[in-house]
């Protein structure tokens, strides 16, 4: 009998081990990490191995928009795929392995329109020729998609010499008046009108002598001199300049020569168009030395019928036929600030 139960256990091991069956390999899965998501016009978001879970290798799946025209996507290599947010709309992003679909999530592209549009400033203007003015567009909602502008002038007698998203700086070409309109991608529009004045008579005959005096007879003594302060003086100061300036008729700055130490300049060049102003200047400071705020200084400013001139604290004005007696005042005027100067630090020179 215990032989008889004996081989019944046997008979019974062995059919159980015949019926086991070996574990089947797991199911290959993919996971978008996000059920949906939403950009704006010109957005981009970047797809990658943090964007999904996986059994897949990167390099077996990509990726592909229902509507490229709302939603494009490129492939940048390295394991990632871009998207790019082209216009309004809703499309499914779908993780594809060949042909077959893996997953998908719902990406919606929104659009903010901008709601109004005003100047910052006041709007209508009047500038002379040359004279540059800036305009501010204020936009409303501050969060607006697209804050790209247009900008359009209406006649030729403003000229735009700059624009960005927001602002524009224009500039006085010639008599008359112009709308400057600025549009945005919505179809808002926001406008200011500029009236250009004719400048006053430009004597350049007559500025041209003036400025060839200067260079022949009162540079060469600012040059010289100027050196001789800044070598005695400037070394021993933490700023100096030594520059000859140029304003235009609109106030705005043309022309600079400057040097900080022993090179100097030599010649101003008469300009080719209008100027309103030119002045020289040599400037040391240091509030730990004696010689603090030292300054040789002219500047001479052009009207329609004559000019004035300004050394240190002198002023004198001119008519075009008085360059002798100007190159006189400024060149006698000069000497006696560079004497004064010499005077009062004795030790240096």
């Not at 082209?86 to 659009?111: C, D, H, N, P, W």
């Not at 700086?169 to 112009?178: E, Q």
């Not at 100096?240 to 060049?269: C, H």
């Not at 400024?330 to 004795?346: F, G, N, R, T």
Request: proline share 5%; glycine share 6%.
């Amino acid at each position: 009998m215990k032989t008889l139960i004996l081989s019944i256990a046997f008979i019974g091991a062995i059919l159980l081990s015949g019926c086991k069956k070996s574990n089947p390999a797991p199911e290959p899965f993919f996971i978008f990490n996000f059920e949906s998501m939403s950009l704006e016009i010109g957005d981009f978001k970047k797809i990658d191995s943090t964007s999904f879970t996986t059994s897949y290798k990167g390099s077996e799946i990509h990726f592909e928009s229902t509507d490229q025209s709302i939603l494009y996507t490129k492939d940048e290599g390295s394991g990632y795929q871009m998207l790019w947010a082209k216009t309004k709309g809703t499309v499914f992003i779908k993780a594809m392995k060949g042909t077959t679909e893996l997953g998908r999530f719902q990406l919606t592209v929104s659009y903010v329109p901008i709601e109004t549009m005003s100047f910052r400033e006041s709007s209508d203007r009047i500038i002379t020729e040359m004279q540059e003015s800036s305009l501010q567009v204020v936009i409303a909602p501050l969060n607006a998609t697209n804050m790209k502008l247009a900008w359009t002038v209406s006649d030729p007698s403003v000229v735009i010499k700059s624009a960005d998203e927001g602002s524009a700086v224009v500039i006085g070409d010639h008599p008359g008046s112009a709308i400057v309109t600025a549009t945005s991608a919505d179809g808002l529009k926001v406008s200011c009108k500029f009236t250009v004045a004719a400048l006053p008579p430009y004597p350049k005959s007559g500025v041209d002598a003036v400025v060839k005096s200067f260079n022949e007879n009162i540079l060469p003594t600012l040059n010289t001199e100027s050196l001789l302060l800044l070598s005695k003086l400037g070394d021993k100061s933490g700023i100096q300049e030594m520059r000859v300036n140029t304003y235009d008729w609109g106030g705005q700055l043309k022309i600079i020569f400057a040097v900080q130490s022993a090179t100097g300049f030599y010649r101003f060049p008469i300009p080719t168009f209008p100027i309103k102003s030119f002045g020289f200047n040599l400037y040391t400071k240091n509030t730990y030395t004696p010689f603090n705020e030292e300054s040789l200084s002219v500047k001479v400013s052009f009207s329609g019928d004559n000019f004035d001139a300004t050394v240190g604290t002198r002023v004198q004005q001119f008519s075009y036929n008085q360059v002798p007696e100007f190159t006189k005042f400024v060149s006698e005027s000069l000497q006696a600030d560079i004497d004064a100067v010499k005077a009062k630090y004795p030790t240096y020179f």
